[in-house]
C-alpha cells in the first residue's frame, strides 16, 4: 500500500465553523506534513510531524491546529477561518524525517471558506 | 537562503516531441538532493525523477531525464517522446534539512501543455 488518503475531499465551511481534515497512512512511514496550495502556486509547507511529535511549524495562525494521534494518523483541526484560507491542503509522508527518501502526496482536500 | 526558481510558467510541446523544463536554484550547501514532482489537473503530485548533488551522472526514469549542472546549480528535466498524460503542473523541488528533519522548497511550477 503506497497511498496517502485524505478525507474529506471538499470542505465548505463558515467562518465561524469548526471543521478537520484528516490523514492517513499505512506505509510506516514516521514523517508526515501539511502542505497548503493555492491555485497556480506551489505548496507552502504549513507543519512537519516526525515519529508523532510537532517539529516543524511554519508561522502558521493558531486558527489552524495539528494534530498526530498515532503513525499513521494526521489531523489537521480548523476553527474561525478566513476567506484567504481557502485552498487546496495537502498532505504527505515519507519514510523518516531524516531519510533521503521522497514525499507521497495524498490527493488533497479543497476547502472553501464562505 | 535556498530558492528554486523556474522560469518558465507554460510550456507546450508536441505529442511525440522533446520538451525540457528549466530549473535553477540557489544553496551554499555541498550535499543536496533535487527532484521534479508532477502534478496532473484535479490528480496528486507524485514523483518523477530525483538527483543526489554528490552524483555526477545524470538521472534518468524512462522518458524523463535530468541535466544537472552543479556548477551553474541548473536542474532541468527532459521529457522525450512526449504523451498527452504527461500535461501536467511541473514543480522543481530541493530539499533541505532543518529542525531535525526534511522540508522542500519548490518553485513557482511549470505547466506543461501537450498537443495532440
Known amino acids: 500500500d503506497t497511498e496517502v488518503t485524505q478525507t474529506p475531499k471538499h470542505l465548505v465551511m463558515g467562518m465561524t465553523n469548526k471543521k478537520s481534515l484528516k490523514c492517513e497512512q499505512h506505509?510506516?512511514?514516521?514523517?508526515m506534513y501539511w502542505y497548503k496550495q493555492k491555485a497556480k502556486k506551489p505548496p507552502e509547507l504549513m507543519f512537519v510531524?516526525?515519529?508523532?511529535?510537532?517539529?516543524i511549524n511554519e508561522s502558521v495562525p493558531s486558527r489552524f491546529s495539528p494534530e498526530c494521534p498515532n503513525s499513521s494518523l494526521l489531523n489537521l483541526h480548523l476553527h474561525a477561518l478566513q476567506p484567504e484560507d481557502s485552498a487546496l491542503y495537502l498532505c504527505a509522508s515519507s519514510q523518516d524525517p531524516s531519510s533521503y527518501n521522497e514525499q507521497f502526496f495524498g490527493p488533497g482536500t479543497r476547502l472553501t471558506v464562505l | 537562503a535556498q530558492t528554486v526558481t523556474q522560469s518558465q510558467p507554460e510550456m507546450s510541446v508536441q505529442e511525440a516531441e522533446t520538451v525540457t523544463l528549466s530549473c535553477t536554484y540557489d544553496?551554499?550547501?555541498?550535499?543536496?538532493?533535487l527532484f521534479w514532482y508532477k502534478q496532473p489537473p484535479s490528480r496528486q503530485m507524485i514523483l518523477v525523477i530525483r538527483?543526489?548533488?554528490?552524483?555526477?551522472q545524470n538521472a534518468t526514469e524512462n522518458r524523463f531525464s535530468v541535466n544537472f549542472q552543479k556548477a551553474a546549480k541548473s536542474f532541468s528535466l527532459k521529457i522525450s517522446d512526449s504523451q498527452l498524460g504527461d500535461a501536467a503542473m511541473y514543480f522543481c523541488a530541493y530539499r533541505i534539512f532543518t529542525s531535525g528533519t526534511y522540508k522542500y522548497i519548490f518553485g513557482t511550477g511549470t505547466r506543461l501543455k501537450v498537443l495532440a
Open positions: 544553496t551554499s550547501e555541498s550535499d543536496y538532493y
Open positions: 510531524y516526525s515519529y508523532e511529535k510537532l517539529s
Open positions: 538527483q543526489e548533488a554528490y552524483k555526477q
Open positions: 506505509m510506516g512511514h514516521r514523517a
